[in-house]
T-cell receptor, first 115, second 117 residues
Framework: AQSVAQPEDQVNVAEGNPLTVKCTYS??????LFWYVQYPNRGLQFLLK??????LVKGSYGFEAEFNKSQTSFHLKKPSALVSDSALYFC?????????????FGKGTRLSVIA | GAVVSQHPSWVICKSGTSVKIECRSL??????MFWYRQFPKQSLMLMAT?????????EQGVEKDKFLINHASLTLSTLTVTSAHPEDSSFYIC?????????????FGDGTRLSIL
């Protein structure tokens, strides 16, 4: 079975400081990993994905994430947070062997960037 | 590209009313769409997988007679909440894959906030 854990319900960071939103996963095969952001009363917006290759992937709005196979982690990062980054962030996984199945999401982490 | 449009964005109605929510893929064909429900401060709960031209696959615990899903074309799936009651109040979000490639992200609509009085 596939699963995703986002250990932090809430992350607070000062504007201009680096931010990290944590994610760990569990799959039987190779993982396809995704990060999404959700603003209030909106759907989810795709930020970035890891499929294969370079462990550091870059995505939209200056976000990046690092895939760490030994730690089964895929933490989301940004060097300098903006107030506008405040939102709900979801990590998701799909097992490469599972076919075209829906993504499995973590419970979400609310990011608050304080001016 | 890969835009998913969901309508309506907000519905308020009386208990006992049936409500239909539409999910359209605007610039691609979606053979598979997914319907999620999101409670306040909680993650997405997958309700069902909608396949064009066939019956939807419901997740365990989701009443298929309560939540009717129709995927009549490659660009439209609908979710009908039948005889809605206050406990059905929630945020419903649809999602679609752009194809069969499993390394592609799902694309989401903007959701429908359903409030049953």
């Amino acid at each position: 079975a596939q699963s995703v854990a986002q250990p932090e319900d809430q992350v607070n960071v000062a504007e201009g400081n680096p931010l990290t939103v944590k994610c760990t996963y569990s799959v039987s095969g190779n993982p396809y990993l995704f990060w999404y952001v959700q603003y209030p009363n909106r759907g989810l917006q795709f930020l970035l994905k890891y499929i294969t290759g370079d462990n550091l992937v870059k995505g939209s709005y200056g976000f990046e994430a690092e895939f760490n196979k030994s730690q089964t982690s895929f933490h989301l990062k940004k060097p300098s947070a903006l107030v506008s980054d405040s939102a709900l962030y979801f990590c998701a996984v799909r097992d490469a062997r599972s076919g075209n199945t829906p993504l499995v999401f973590g419970k979400g982490t609310r990011l608050s960037v304080i001016a | 590209g890969a835009v998913v449009s969901q309508h309506p964005s907000w519905v308020i109605c009386k208990s006992g009313t049936s409500v239909k929510i539409e999910c359209r893929s605007l610039d691609f064909q979606a053979t598979t769409m997914f319907w999620y429900r999101q409670f306040p401060k909680q993650s997405l709960m997958l309700m069902a997988t909608s396949n064009e031209g066939s019956k939807a696959t419901y997740e365990q615990g989701v009443e298929k007679d309560k939540f009717l899903i129709n995927h009549a074309s490659l660009t439209l799936s609908t979710l009908t909440v039948t005889s809605a009651h206050p406990e059905d109040s929630s945020f419903y979000i649809c999602s679609a894959n752009t194809g069969t490639e499993i390394d592609q992200p799902q694309h989401f609509g903007d959701g429908t906030r359903l409030s049953i009085l």
